[in-house]
């Protein structure tokens, strides 16, 4: 299988439902290795542009490329080898409730790879323990809290060791502390497998401390108002609305 | 007055000016709306320019005296009156300086749209074409993940298969058999009644036998299956849906038809016949029930005038029928539940929708299928 280069490219995005436009206009590059933020005020599209990057829902216009690949213009096979080197995880976990959390973690290890039932079992293991939860292979995701449903689907969505990882607001419903250790873990990702990362999230604490690339949509404008490191953009960005968001609200226009 | 609980006394201080006094626990519900035509009656007869409030009598207050107070605002600021909010308590006066602080939002009202009838019926007609398309989108979807299983390249588990076989087979043998027992013996007495005017209840059954083995052996267990898995496939699709569950098969490559849906309709496929079959017999001994209990026709004699009456052509179409009808329920089901919305009310329309589109196709269906069975004569 050909080795698809990790970087997004996303330009004159329009994203609309039927004929309500949610976003025009979104140009924006995601370079290998960068740990992406796209944040926003709440329901200003974040989770849908997010749809549109993992190829869920086809753009109104514009383009996402992988590599030199436009993702929308590619014929469906050529789309499907390119989803395959992504991860996602949902907000909601969205595991697989008919199944076990290692059935959950080895059924994309058993349709898309070779390995033998034995390495499987053991990396099932391994990447169930990466996320803390070794010894709850046999557990099934109604029996396990909400938390570790979101680190089992992490699980889950490493199995495959993507290129891209993709997660839709992984921190919301942690705990500070269990926020704090996924952060972490998605660095330490990026770091170790050398890892590209797309995150949404308004969890100031997780933008500041490991985005380097970011985007910021506005639902008043509807459109993209900022891009770039968010600590440069709380230093420099002179933009009120991006500014009271940074600053959660206590430097207001 | 004074012997109420609570309420409120109008006092003129100026020619101008009117004191609402206000006393007791207004935290008792009740209509305020007598008292605030009071005002507007007051305001009518010496036109007013200020409202003042004394509230040293007022022992306890809840929402119900803030609503008074903001109509009272509203009234006030349409007639140019000033309400002097200083006599109010100070909890009331902060919260209701909060509740005027962000003026309303007029854009946020969703006005009321009318649309002409033209453009109703208009709507109507694309949205059903829209529906028509997304119907048959599905169903080349699932006739695609039909070939790659013949060709062996599909993926499901097989633990799913055995799961739905399990539950639309043997756990269904209960239901099935309670209401085919029931139908035959039906067919019995509706046919006894008619016959035995010419003494010729031993036709009874002949009646029972080819009603139950053409017809309805195959509808009743279709209908009951509609009811019962169509339902369940539906709300189980719907669910992963809600959870992205669905999504998630999607990014990770795995097409959710082949995974979820064909397991479900091989399964149906697979369990519909055997059931038509318990279900011809069961009808079948529920009209021989009638017969011996009621018209004197012993067991062999029925035996044999079934025996008789029955070929194999008649139990092959009612099988043939069934096969057909669990294709259609898993598709209805199946269908509906990989359409639904992103809430909970959905998941619960679009297993009413299953059942509803389940059982429309398989009465249409049964009557296309008895019509052609006919002309070529089988």
């Known amino acids: ?253 | 007055m004074t012997h109420d609980t609570y309420g409120l006394k109008y006092f003129k201080k100026k020619q101008d000016t009117v004191l609402v006094q206000l006393y007791g626990s207004w935290e008792v519900s009740g209509d305020r709306r007598p008292a605030l035509d009071a005002l507007i009656s007051l305001h009518e007869k010496t036109s007013l320019r200020r409202v003042e409030f004394d509230t040293g009598k007022l022992s306890a207050w809840n929402s119900g005296l803030l609503t008074f107070l903001l109509n009272i605002h509203a009234f006030c600021a349409s007639h140019d009156i000033e309400m002097a909010r200083n006599g109010l308590p100070n909890g009331v006066e902060r919260i209701l300086a909060l509740a005027l602080a962000v003026p309303e939002n007029k854009d946020a009202h969703r006005a009321p749209t009318k649309t002409p009838l033209v453009d109703r019926v208009g709507a109507w007609a694309l949205g059903q074409v829209d529906a028509g398309l997304e119907m048959a989108g599905f169903i080349g979807e699932v006739f695609a993940a039909c070939l790659n299983m013949i060709r062996g390249a599909a993926r499901f588990r097989l633990t799913d298969f055995l799961l739905f076989l399990q539950q639309c087979g043997s756990q269904a043998l209960p239901i099935v058999s309670l209401i085919s027992l029931l139908v035959g013996l039906i067919l019995a007495f509706v046919g006894a009644v008619q016959l035995q005017m010419f003494g010729a209840q031993i036709y009874v059954a002949n009646l029972v036998g080819l009603a139950m083995a053409r017809e309805m052996g195959a509808m009743m267990a279709g209908i009951i299956m509609a009811g019962r898995t169509g339902a369940a496939f539906a709300a189980q699709l719907g669910t992963m849906q809600v959870n992205e569950e669905i999504d998630a098969f999607k990014t990770m490559g795995i097409d959710p038809v082949e995974f979820l849906v064909l397991p479900r309709m091989l399964a149906l496929v697979v369990m519909m016949p055997l059931l038509c079959v318990y279900a011809d017999l069961l009808g079948i001994a529920g009209g021989a029930l009638v017969s011996i209990g009621m018209l004197d026709i012993s067991a062999v004699e029925y035996y044999n005038q079934t025996k008789a009456s029955l070929t194999l052509t008649h139990l092959g179409v009612g099988v043939f029928k069934s096969a057909v009808f669990g294709v259609l329920v898993a598709i209805a089901g199946c269908l509906r539940g990989m359409q639904c919305g992103r809430s909970s009310s959905a998941v619960g329309d679009a297993a009413t929708s299953a059942v509803v589109t389940g059982i429309v196709f398989i009465i249409v269906s049964d009557a296309l299928m008895t019509i052609v069975f006919t002309i070529i004569g089988i």
């Open chain 1, 1 to 253: 299988m050909q080795k698809i280069a990790p970087k997004i490219g996303v330009r004159d995005l329009t994203m609309a439902y039927g004929d309500f436009v949610i976003q025009r206009d979104l140009t924006f590059e995601i370079a290998a290795g960068d740990i992406f933020i796209i944040m926003g005020g709440s329901g200003c599209g974040k989770s849908t542009l997010l749809r549109h990057l993992v190829g869920l829902k086809a753009p109104a216009k514009g383009r996402v490329c992988y590599g030199s690949i436009s993702f929308w213009e590619a014929p469906p096979l050529e789309q499907e080898k390119i989803m395959r080197s992504f991860g996602v995880l949902y907000q909601s976990g969205a595991l697989w409730s008919s199944l076990t959390l290692s059935e959950n973690v080895s059924l994309p290890l058993k349709e898309f790879s070779n390995y033998s039932d034995v390495q499987i079992r053991e990396l099932v293991s391994l990447k169930l323990s990466l996320v803390g939860l070794a010894g709850f292979e046999n557990f099934y995701p109604s029996e396990i809290s909400g938390g570790m449903q979101k680190r089992a689907g992490l699980a889950r969505a490493m199995a495959l060791d993507p290129e891209i990882l993709f997660f839709d607001e992984p921190s919301a419903g942690l705990d500070p502390v269990s926020a704090r250790r996924l952060d972490d873990l998605i660095i330490e990702l990026r770091d170790s497998l050398g890892a590209t990362v797309v995150i949404v999230t308004h969890e100031l604490a997780s933008i500041f401390s490991i985005g380097n690339n970011s985007v910021f949509l506005d639902p008043e404008t509807r459109t993209m108002i900022a891009a770039g490191n968010p600590n440069t953009l709380l230093a420099e960005c002179e933009h009120p609305t991006v500014r009271s968001f940074l600053t959660r609200g206590e430097e207001t226009e």
